[in-house]
């Protein structure tokens, strides 16, 4: 105990020397953040901070027709969009200035304005004083451009690089429902979900995180629908991480959860624009990060893993009976094991008689007792899974035989393990894949219970999930309990629990989520006939 | 830093707490337990000693393909005999013999022999009481000969004689003409003052060479002493009156006179209603009875009006006459396997105070009124029997 408090102490010293020695280097460097009039000078700064990578291209021409300028374009090769440098930027200022001559009058300050307004036919196009600034949207793709003469440099916006198209995603497959998925670039993701809702409430705020990477990071969300609070909160936590990088959204994930410590994932993730933007219509904040596919959401509710987008799309009948058949499965993928265990070496007297004559006959000869057998056929399955998906595609199928069929079949047929065990460690895997938001955490839960339930029995099991329930109860996201509506009850959202019911009966928004503007749609919605027409 | 030490604190409490308060329990694996299905309790040589015997399954030879031209055909059960003073000291005798320890939750029937039944089984119920293992929806036998014979019997359809047992126990329902008694109701009529044990009884038969267990009837104790047996019929007239008739078959003869009828049990249930005339005590047995027509042996038409009222009117006389003659033999044997006396209890309970030892005295002569609503209803895939028109 003393130790960890030393430890940390001395963490929490490294921390604070770490963020002076900041500050410092920021203050060196402030002596030359703002560009001077001299263009040769600018550059000469610019070089330096770029250094000599041999992808940045500085491109430096003179424009004008009596009086030529100097003048030099700054872009990253490969993040931008040649075209739109050549045609637009280029062209105009080296064949077209004539067409512009500057009035005695005007200096090289108000002409800067000038190109600005008239000559450059990009659509996005700002003024940037800063050495800071203006290397930040160089390396993001943008094109910079110093003109002699001028403190000021104008940044104009080309951005374009190789991308992933838009495609299916692979982890969410749907049968009836939009194929679209998230790509790696943000503002395909923004332009996604801005294509889905046309609100002018809906709102982007983007932001900048990770020291080195610098990486884009947007926040969205719907005013008026989304409770302030939550908004300020997701802000204040997001602008709280200071890290170097942050390479993907679990990056970010990791910094702003509300139980680091919890098994559970309090931050909810995907990669459906179409889910997304019912959580946000929800009142959630939805998190985006350039460089990856998958948007955080929060705040989570356990229940949301149960939850599929299809539940919404197909009809609420069906919809309900899988639903069902999720919290079935799920049970099954955490308790599976552990009851086998839990039934065969406590409670035999609870296992109908001819059930019990064949899982006799089956442990006969095996030499492991039960405890080892679940334990090893969980272990060997949790491998396979894993070599599963990192192998390259073709080896795949290699993987599935010598898994399926040496593993399994010959296990058994050698007396390593008992039928039964691969029967239970098979459905178990099976179920887990059925409510995929929670698999990780069904597969430590289930060790979990497996190991009590071999020393403790059934009795064993109750305690590790009576501790689970307290634990789901006690834990929040975002100020929003995680077991909720069924922990508090608000028996108003039970409506999309156990149960779907039509679109037509979900007047209101989760209660604990979006009752900032509670009412989705208005009342008696639902099919009927039309009133009758009095006779006259 | 202090909370995390109270969070620590209350763990370890709560550790502690939760295993002191774990039962009895151990951790047995399957292939460690002699499964039994089977119990029975004869007298031993010795005088005033009992000899168990455990039928014990071997899975694995449950699971192989019986029989066939594999030569060796070992049985898939096997027949542990010991003996003690005490049931419980017989049980532990067998650890000598197994190396498996004898588990008894999958136990299904506990078998006495006659000679020991006739003795009074009081001091053998107490282990099956006690111990947690016996369940308490074991069904309770009575052999006609030796316990240890009836679990050696031939059991053809199944594997092990013991479960065929009670199978037989669970399929006698189709003719209620045998009864079925659990350990639970045997205890509870055992621990009534006035209502008398019975039991199922099974008796080996030989069919060409093979000894085969066959259910009949029903044993009746007095006290806890097997006094007399009662035969097919009288055990359903017993089952008409305590309501335990699930099925069965009551033949009647034919309205027209040539051939039979066979009647089908389709619901059954009864009522004991006590009533005091005279300063007497009286007993009124209502039995309402659904039957189908199931067999027609004549070939005239049954359906018609007259016809259907008349053998309504023979299967309530039908089961009337069993109900008699089940209450005459149990008068006979001064045993009150109706639970009469229970219901007079219930009924007047003041009265009952007076009565309760001397209940003896008052049920061989009891009056009893046999009131049989007995209804048919359908007549099956057909109304007429196959003749030509």
């Given at each position: 105990?003393?130790?960890?408090?030393?430890?940390?102490?001395?963490?929490?010293?490294?921390?604070?020397?770490?963020?002076?020695d900041?500050?410092?280097?920021?203050?060196?460097?402030?002596?030359?953040?703002?560009?001077?009039?001299?263009?040769?000078?600018?550059l000469?700064?610019?070089?330096?901070?770029?250094?000599?990578?041999?992808?940045?291209?500085?491109?430096?021409?003179?424009?004008?027709y009596?009086?030529?300028?100097?003048?030099?374009?700054?872009?990253?090769?490969?993040?931008?969009?040649?075209?739109?440098?050549?045609?637009?930027?280029?062209?105009?200022?080296?064949?077209?200035?004539?067409?512009?001559?500057?009035?005695?009058?005007?200096?090289?300050?108000?002409?800067?304005?000038?190109?600005?307004?008239?000559?450059?036919?990009?659509?996005?196009?700002?003024?940037?004083?800063?050495?800071?600034?203006?290397?930040?949207?160089?390396l993001?793709?943008?094109?910079?451009?110093?003109?002699?003469?001028?403190h000021?440099?104008l940044?104009?916006?080309?951005?374009?690089?190789?991308?992933?198209g838009?495609?299916?995603?692979?982890?969410?497959?749907?049968?009836?429902?939009?194929?679209?998925?998230?790509?790696?670039?943000?503002?395909?993701?923004?332009t996604?979900?801005?294509?889905?809702?046309?609100?002018?409430?809906?709102?982007?705020?983007?932001?900048q995180?990770?020291?080195?990477?610098?990486?884009?990071?947007?926040?969205?969300?719907i005013?008026?629908?989304v409770?302030?609070?939550?908004?300020?909160?997701?802000?204040?936590?997001?602008?709280?991480?200071?890290?170097?990088?942050?390479?993907?959204?679990?990056?970010?994930?990791?910094?702003?959860?509300?139980?680091?410590?919890?098994?559970?994932?309090?931050?909810?993730?995907?990669?459906?624009?179409?889910?997304i933007?019912?959580?946000?219509?929800?009142?959630?904040?939805?998190?985006?990060?350039?460089?990856?596919?998958?948007?955080?959401?929060?705040?989570?509710?356990?229940?949301e893993?149960?939850?599929s987008?299809?539940?919404?799309?197909?009809?609420?009948?069906?919809?309900?009976?899988i639903?069902?058949l999720?919290?079935?499965?799920?049970?099954?993928?955490?308790?599976?094991?552990?009851?086998?265990?839990?039934?065969t070496?406590?409670?035999?007297?609870?296992?109908?008689?001819?059930?019990?004559?064949?899982?006799?006959?089956?442990?006969?000869?095996?030499?492991?007792?039960?405890?080892?057998?679940?334990?090893?056929?969980?272990?060997?399955?949790?491998?396979?899974?894993?070599?599963?998906?990192?192998?390259?595609?073709?080896?795949?199928?290699?993987?599935s035989?010598?898994?399926?069929?040496?593993?399994?079949e010959?296990?058994?047929?050698?007396?390593?393990?008992?039928?039964?065990?691969?029967?239970?460690?098979?459905?178990?895997?099976?179920?887990?894949?059925?409510?995929?938001?929670?698999?990780?955490?069904?597969?430590?839960?289930?060790?979990?219970l497996?190991?009590?339930?071999?020393?403790?029995?059934?009795?064993?099991?109750?305690?590790?999930?009576?501790?689970?329930?307290?634990?789901?109860?006690?834990?929040?996201?975002?100020?929003?309990?995680?077991?909720?509506?069924l922990?508090?009850?608000?028996?108003?959202?039970?409506?999309?629990?156990?149960?779907?019911?039509?679109?037509?009966?979900?007047?209101?928004?989760?209660?604990?989520?979006?009752?900032?503007?509670?009412?989705?749609?208005?009342?008696?919605?639902?099919?009927?006939?039309?009133?009758?027409?009095?006779?006259? | 830093?202090?909370?995390?030490?109270?969070i620590?604190?209350?763990?370890?409490?709560?550790i502690?707490?939760?295993?002191?308060?774990?039962?009895?329990?151990n951790?047995?694996?399957?292939?460690?337990?002699?499964?039994?299905?089977?119990?029975?309790?004869?007298?031993?040589?010795?005088?005033?000693?009992?000899?168990?015997?455990?039928?014990?399954?071997?899975?694995?030879?449950?699971k192989?393909?019986?029989?066939?031209?594999?030569?060796?055909?070992?049985?898939?059960?096997?027949?542990?005999?010991s003996?003690?003073?005490?049931?419980?000291?017989?049980v532990?005798?067998?650890?000598h013999?197994s190396?498996?320890?004898?588990?008894?939750?999958?136990?299904?029937?506990?078998i006495?022999?006659?000679?020991?039944?006739?003795?009074?089984?009081?001091k053998?119920?107490?282990f099956?009481?006690?111990?947690?293992?016996?369940?308490?929806?074991?069904?309770?036998?009575?052999a006609?000969?030796?316990?240890?014979?009836?679990?050696?019997?031939?059991a053809?359809?199944?594997?092990?004689?013991?479960?065929?047992?009670?199978?037989?126990?669970?399929?006698?329902?189709?003719?209620?003409?045998?009864?079925?008694?659990?350990?639970?109701?045997?205890?509870?009529?055992?621990?009534?003052?006035?209502?008398?044990?019975?039991?199922?009884?099974?008796?080996?038969?030989?069919?060409?060479?093979?000894?085969?267990?066959?259910?009949?009837?029903?044993?009746?104790?007095?006290?806890?002493?097997?006094?007399?047996?009662?035969?097919?019929?009288?055990?359903?007239?017993?089952?008409?009156?305590?309501?335990?008739?699930?099925?069965?078959?009551?033949?009647?003869?034919?309205?027209?006179?040539?051939?039979?009828?066979?009647?089908?049990?389709?619901?059954?249930?009864?009522?004991?209603?006590?009533?005091?005339?005279?300063?007497?005590?009286?007993?009124?047995v209502?039995?309402?009875?659904?039957?189908?027509?199931?067999?027609?042996?004549?070939?005239?038409?049954?359906?018609?009006?007259?016809?259907?009222?008349?053998?309504?009117?023979?299967?309530?006389?039908?089961?009337?006459?069993?109900?008699?003659?089940?209450?005459?033999?149990?008068?006979?044997?001064?045993?009150?396997?109706?639970?009469?006396?229970?219901?007079?209890?219930?009924?007047?309970?003041?009265?009952?105070?007076?009565?309760?030892?001397?209940?003896?005295?008052?049920?061989?002569?009891?009056?009893?009124?046999?009131?049989?609503?007995?209804?048919?209803?359908?007549?099956g895939m057909t109304?007429?029997?196959?003749?030509p028109?």
């Amino acid at each position: 105990m003393l130790r960890f408090l030393a430890k940390k102490l001395h963490f929490l010293q490294l921390l604070s020397q770490n963020s002076e020695d900041k500050q410092e280097s920021k203050s060196r460097e402030s002596s030359q953040t703002s560009l001077s009039r001299d263009i040769t000078q600018n550059l000469k700064v610019l070089k330096d901070i770029l250094g000599p990578s041999n992808d940045i291209n500085i491109r430096e021409f003179s424009f004008g027709y009596e009086e030529k300028v100097d003048a030099a374009i700054i872009f990253v090769d490969g993040m931008v969009e040649k075209t739109t440098i050549n045609e637009s930027i280029i062209k105009p200022l080296m064949y077209d200035s004539h067409l512009f001559t500057p009035k005695e009058s005007q200096t090289i300050t108000t002409s800067i304005d000038l190109i600005q307004r008239s000559m450059i036919s990009v659509g996005d196009v700002k003024k940037v004083d800063s050495f800071d600034e203006l290397v930040d949207d160089c390396l993001y793709g943008d094109t910079v451009l110093l003109i002699d003469g001028s403190h000021e440099a104008l940044v104009i916006s080309t951005k374009g690089w190789e991308s992933r198209g838009v495609q299916e995603p692979k982890t969410e497959a749907v049968v009836r429902g939009p194929r679209e998925g998230f790509t790696e670039t943000l503002r395909t993701n923004t332009t996604l979900l801005r294509r889905k809702i046309r609100d002018p409430n809906f709102i982007f705020e983007s932001m900048q995180l990770g020291q080195r990477t610098k990486t884009s990071v947007c926040l969205a969300y719907i005013k008026g629908i989304v409770n302030p609070k939550l908004v300020e909160e997701v802000r204040r936590r997001l602008k709280r991480i200071k890290t170097d990088a942050i390479l993907e959204s679990g990056y970010i994930e990791e910094f702003i959860e509300d139980a680091p410590f919890s098994p559970f994932a309090t931050v909810a993730n995907s990669e459906k624009p179409d889910v997304i933007a019912a959580k946000l219509l929800e009142g959630r904040v939805a998190i985006l990060v350039d460089g990856t596919p998958m948007v955080l959401t929060v705040p989570m509710l356990f229940i949301e893993s149960f939850q599929s987008a299809e539940d919404y799309y197909s009809r609420p009948y069906y919809a309900s009976l899988i639903r069902t058949l999720r919290f079935i499965a799920y049970t099954i993928t955490i308790l599976a094991p552990a009851v086998y265990v839990a039934l065969t070496t406590y409670h035999q007297e609870s296992i109908p008689t001819p059930l019990l004559i064949t899982m006799a006959a089956a442990r006969e000869g095996t030499p492991f007792p039960a405890i080892v057998e679940a334990l090893m056929m969980g272990t060997i399955y949790e491998i396979l899974w894993e070599a599963g998906i990192r192998l390259p595609r073709p080896v795949g199928s290699a993987i599935s035989i010598v898994g399926a069929l040496v593993i399994g079949e010959s296990a058994v047929s050698a007396g390593l393990i008992g039928a039964p065990m691969v029967i239970v460690v098979a459905l178990t895997a099976i179920a887990s894949f059925v409510v995929p938001a929670q698999s990780d955490t069904a597969t430590m839960l289930r060790f979990v219970l497996t190991v009590f339930a071999s020393v403790l029995g059934a009795f064993g099991i109750m305690i590790v999930l009576l501790g689970v329930l307290i634990h789901l109860s006690a834990l929040r996201s975002f100020g929003t309990p995680y077991f909720s509506p069924l922990a508090p009850l608000s028996p108003r959202d039970l409506k999309d629990v156990f149960a779907r019911v039509p679109l037509w009966a979900m007047f209101t928004r989760p209660r604990t989520i979006g009752w900032h503007d509670p009412q989705r749609q208005e009342f008696r919605l639902d099919p009927h006939p039309p009133p009758e027409e009095s006779e006259k | 830093m202090p909370k995390r030490r109270k969070i620590l604190f209350k763990l370890i409490i709560f550790i502690i707490f939760i295993l002191s308060i774990a039962g009895c329990w151990n951790r047995r694996e399957l292939d460690t337990l002699a499964i039994v299905f089977g119990v029975g309790i004869d007298k031993a040589k010795k005088p005033g000693n009992i000899e168990i015997t455990a039928q014990v399954i071997k899975p694995g030879e449950m699971k192989s393909p019986q029989g066939g031209s594999g030569g060796g055909g070992e049985k898939p059960y096997w027949n542990l005999t010991s003996s003690g003073k005490t049931i419980f000291s017989a049980v532990r005798e067998f650890t000598h013999k197994s190396n498996r320890k004898l588990y008894f939750p999958h136990n299904e029937i506990i078998i006495f022999s006659e000679d020991i039944a006739k003795e009074g089984i009081r001091k053998y119920m107490d282990f099956f009481i006690r111990d947690p293992e016996i369940r308490r929806l074991v069904w309770v036998l009575v052999a006609k000969g030796n316990a240890s014979e009836v679990l050696e019997t031939k059991a053809i359809l199944e594997k092990v004689p013991a479960r065929n047992i009670a199978q037989l126990i669970e399929a006698r329902a189709a003719t209620s003409q045998a009864s079925a008694v659990r350990l639970q109701e045997f205890l509870t009529r055992l621990m009534s003052k006035t209502t008398a044990p019975i039991a199922s009884v099974i008796e080996i038969t030989r069919e060409k060479k093979e000894k085969i267990a066959r259910l009949i009837g029903t044993a009746v104790f007095k006290d806890d002493k097997l006094v007399g047996y009662l035969n097919k019929s009288e055990t359903r007239g017993l089952l008409w009156v305590i309501g335990e008739v699930k099925s069965g078959i009551i033949v009647v003869k034919s309205p027209g006179g040539n051939g039979e009828v066979s009647l089908e049990i389709i619901h059954a249930s009864s009522k004991i209603i006590p009533e005091i005339k005279d300063n007497n005590i009286h007993i009124r047995v209502e039995i309402t009875e659904e039957g189908n027509l199931g067999e027609q042996t004549s070939a005239e038409d049954l359906t018609s009006l007259p016809a259907w009222t008349v053998l309504e009117r023979r299967q309530s006389e039908a089961i009337h006459n069993e109900v008699r003659r089940a209450l005459k033999k149990a008068q006979e044997l001064n045993t009150d396997i109706f639970a009469f006396g229970e219901a007079v209890h219930r009924k007047y309970p003041e009265l009952w105070k007076d009565i309760e030892n001397r209940w003896d005295e008052y049920f061989p002569n009891i009056e009893v009124t046999i009131n049989v609503n007995a209804k048919l209803r359908r007549s099956g895939m057909t109304t007429k029997p196959p003749k030509p028109e």
